[in-house]
């Protein structure tokens, strides 16, 4: 049997169901299908993320990142608040440790008034007074706007849009090849006039069978948060200190839940197959060579200092040791207050074989027929619905 649609997408992640309801909002006659290999919603990085709705001062002006963070920010709060969903409008202060980070702190103020994003410079003595528990050196920063919501509640809702204007998503349905303009599946096979690859850890793979993502390779990076057992609201604010901004991580920090709990990480430590969420489940032998050796790559020849950043992620995986990073930034961090795990993520993170560099922005390729969102990278979850806009834009 095979089932027909004017766009079929691959993936009902936060970018692939973003995607379908701004096809929909442009032309509710389409047929629009969905397909994703797991059982249910948000199984990968849409229902693993930390939920902050960032702001959008990271990013240079020049990236895609910057376009889209901040009206993706004031969406996803607006939608949240139009479906009753629960948010958290806590902010988030921005840290300093040391003399060279202070020069970090002033290139985050440069990009924030060039994104026209709202960000506030703070005494130390200002900082404590949004957050008391916090330690910074001489300075902060502060962003009012950004948030905490749940994103696998957030995930369920938009899925409940989707299927009440008519857009079909089929799970179970694991895309496995595509021939003749007919993708196949474990299921039904699907004719489509355009199709959109949102597949996240696997979208550079079903790329390459549509003859595109030539220079790039998915790397996993998998991502843990330690949850306290402090009391609800323990922390006013999220925490993070200033990142090092030549790569796409940022640090360990302190983030609130939608219900008011501290957690701390995330870690960003490589993982050696694509689905390494726990032990060998979804252990896959023929990923593993690969991945190694873009690693190596990465290790020896990388953009920024990879060899140190593997290094120190490696070490997170030491409960005492996060904490002891943690402490770093808010006063009364004890190790005896972090002893669970959260469910663990993977960030599916875009890597150049020639450049031997991670890509720092979205990355999408495509052309008449079809187009692969190669890399959605964080802040993908705030940027879902402008990105989608943007994206759409360019397929019609």
């Known amino acids: ?12 992640g936060i970018v692939g169901i973003s995607i379908a309801l701004e096809l ?84 985050l103020f440069f990009r924030a008034k060039s994104n026209q994003v709202e960000l506030h410079e703070l005494s130390e003595l200002e900082a404590k007074k949004i957050e008391p528990r916090v330690k910074t050196f001489q300075r902060a920063a502060w962003s009012p ?11 369920r809702s938009l899925l409940q849009v989707c299927v009440a204007n008519g857009i079909e998503v089929h799970f179970n349905t694991q895309y496995l090849k ?57 922390f006013k604010a999220h925490i993070y200190p200033v990142p090092n901004l030549k790569n796409p ?34 252990f896959k032998f023929s990923e593993i060579l ?7 790559n990465l290790f020896f020849a990388g953009g920024f200092d990879f060899r140190s950043l593997a290094l120190e992620e490696l070490k997170k995986y030491n409960r ?9 930034m808010a006063e009364a961090v004890h190790v005896k207050n972090y ?16 450049t031997k560099k991670l890509e720092m922005d979205f990355k999408y390729e495509g052309d008449q027929r079809s187009i692969h969102i190669l890399n959605a990278i964080s802040p993908a979850f705030t940027c879902s619905q402008p990105f989608a806009e943007f994206i759409t834009g360019q397929i019609l």
């Open 24 to 107: 929909h909002k442009k032309n509710p006659k389409l047929k629009i299908g969905i397909i994703d290999k797991e059982s249910e919603i948000a199984f990968h990085s849409s229902g693993r993320n930390s939920g902050v709705l960032h702001a959008g001062f990271y990013y240079t002006a020049d990236s895609l990142k910057a376009k889209f963070t901040k009206a993706g920010n004031q969406y996803l709060k607006e939608y949240c608040l139009s479906k009753n969903l629960r948010i958290l409008h806590c902010g988030k202060l921005v840290i300093t440790k040391s003399e060279e980070d202070l020069i970090s702190l002033d290139e």
């Open 1 to 12: 049997m095979i089932k027909k649609y004017d766009y079929l997408i691959i993936g009902a």
């Open 290 to 296: 690969r991945i190694v050796a873009d690693e190596a």
């Open 145 to 155: 706007s950004t948030s905490t919501v749940d994103p696998i509640e957030v995930m």
């Open 320 to 328: 005492e040791h996060l904490v002891h990073e943690a402490s770093t």
């Open 178 to 234: 595509t021939k003749n303009n007919i993708v196949l599946t474990n299921h039904d096979r699907y004719s489509a006039g355009f199709v959109i690859n949102a597949a996240g850890l696997y979208a550079d793979k079903i790329a390459k069978d549509f003859g595109f993502s030539k220079d790039y390779r998915i790397l996993p990076f998998k991502g843990l948060y330690l949850y306290s057992s402090e009391p609800k609201n323990s």
């Open 249 to 282: 991580f940022l640090g360990v920090h302190h983030t609130l839940t939608v219900d008011g709990i501290s957690k701390i990480g995330p870690t960003a430590i490589p993982a050696f197959w694509r689905e390494q969420y726990s032990g060998l489940s979804r």
């Open 339 to 354: 002893k669970k795990w959260g469910k663990p993520g993977i960030r599916a993170q875009l890597f150049n074989i020639h």
